[in-house]
């Protein structure tokens, strides 16, 4: 998982810890969005996480849900958010 500069700094202003990073992207829902992907932490992921991992993670994971990362070309993460409304396809 690598991480451009830009994303490392949205990830310290945003508060979003590697831990919560690392299962967003091993879990969230990929949506197609104006030419990139977006992996976003919505029910469907916290439900399928909430069986692989451990008690305190799936804590964390439920009060980032909602958060999204954006994913390059090269499977590179560009940059971190919180949804606040519905992604444009």
């Known amino acids: ?3 451009t500069n830009h994303a490392r700094d949205r990830s310290l202003q945003r508060v979003i810890p590697q831990r919560v990073i690392s299962a967003i992207y091993d879990y969230g829902s990929c949506l ?8 976003t ?7 399928l996480a909430k069986g692989e991992c451990s008690k305190p993670l799936y804590s964390d994971l439920t009060r ?5 990362l954006i994913l390059g070309d090269d499977d590179r993460i560009v940059t971190f958010a919180r949804q ?3 992604f444009r396809r």
């Open 64 to 68: 980032y849900s909602g958060t999204y």
């Open 84 to 86: 606040k409304r519905r």
């Open 41 to 47: 932490l919505d029910r469907l992921a916290l439900d």
């Open 32 to 39: 197609q969005s104006r030419g990139l992907t977006s992996v």
């Open 1 to 3: 998982m690598n991480l």
